[in-house]
């Protein structure tokens, strides 16, 4: 197939060396050095070249607050059987802009940010593919990521919003939460290193991408229940309510299927 990557981060470039593998693929980026590392690629200089190429499959990889933006710029160039893709965290204004587009599309969101993971093994990596999708689009992704070993996910735009706004906000907002009460002369041990090399891990992302993934709409009510799970444990702890607290533990075992009996050892 002849695609087009747009945006070439993190994402788009790994996105361009996996699928130089049996494809034509042409990347473009409004800082063109971030193209120099990519192999087996056609470097585009300007927009106006993807017109030349008349990529069957168009990936837009930019930031997420410039993702319809840069669709609608490059939509001039594009034949009018080009197949769209994004790959954004949140899907907001997604589904509106692809209504009034009128080209099909394929909508993705790897759950597997090239910061942590391990990208010569995705096996226990997952990725959502959006069900309302265009059916060839489909299929050839979920062909790439079995490929990949990825496990594959379907939810409606509206679904992936919300489980998002549980699988990113929450963890977000937790290492936010970490990174706020961080002080210079903290003596670390073993726990906080970890949870520090999972808060500057998470704060090297670009800010607007953290600031659109905690913008969801629906993170207030992932927030509101971070607030009452503290509240509750302020409780606890100002009463010293050892048998509170048992319960406490035990329940969050049982959230992250871990044995009772871990509690024993």
Request: aromatic share 10%.
């Amino acid at each position: 197939m002849n695609i087009c990557i747009i945006g070439i981060g993190k994402m788009g470039s790994w996105l361009a060396s996996e699928l130089t593998s049996g494809h034509e693929v042409s990347v473009y980026d409004q800082d063109i050095g971030k193209c120099n590392n990519l192999h087996g690629v056609k470097v585009l200089n300007e927009p106006g070249q993807i017109k030349d190429i008349a990529p069957q499959l168009l990936i837009n990889s930019v930031s997420l607050q410039n993702t319809v933006s840069s669709f609608r710029a490059t939509l001039p160039y594009l034949p009018k059987d080009c197949l769209l893709c994004d790959v954004a965290s949140v899907k907001t204004d997604l589904p509106a802009f692809y209504r009034d587009a009128g080209y099909r599309f394929v909508s993705l969101h790897p759950m597997f940010g090239p910061t942590f993971a391990k990208l010569t093994d995705l096996r226990h990596e997952n990725a959502v593919i959006i069900r309302d999708s265009n059916d060839e689009g489909k299929e050839f992704f979920h062909r790439f990521f079995r490929w990949l070993g990825v496990n594959i996910f379907e939810y409606s735009f509206s679904e992936h919003d919300v489980m998002m706004a549980y699988s990113l906000t929450l963890p977000f907002v937790s290492s936010m939460v970490f990174s706020s009460c961080v002080s210079t002369d903290t003596v670390p041990g073993t726990t906080f290193k970890r949870h520090l090399d999972v808060a500057r891990g998470l704060l090297s992302e670009d800010d607007f991408l953290l600031a659109e993934i905690i913008f969801n709409p629906h993170s207030l009510a992932q927030l509101e229940k971070i607030n009452s799970r503290l509240n509750f444990l302020w409780h606890i702890v100002k009463n010293h309510d050892t048998d509170e607290a048992l319960r406490f533990f035990k329940t969050l075992r049982e959230n992250i299927q871990l044995s009772t009996s871990t509690s024993a050892k």
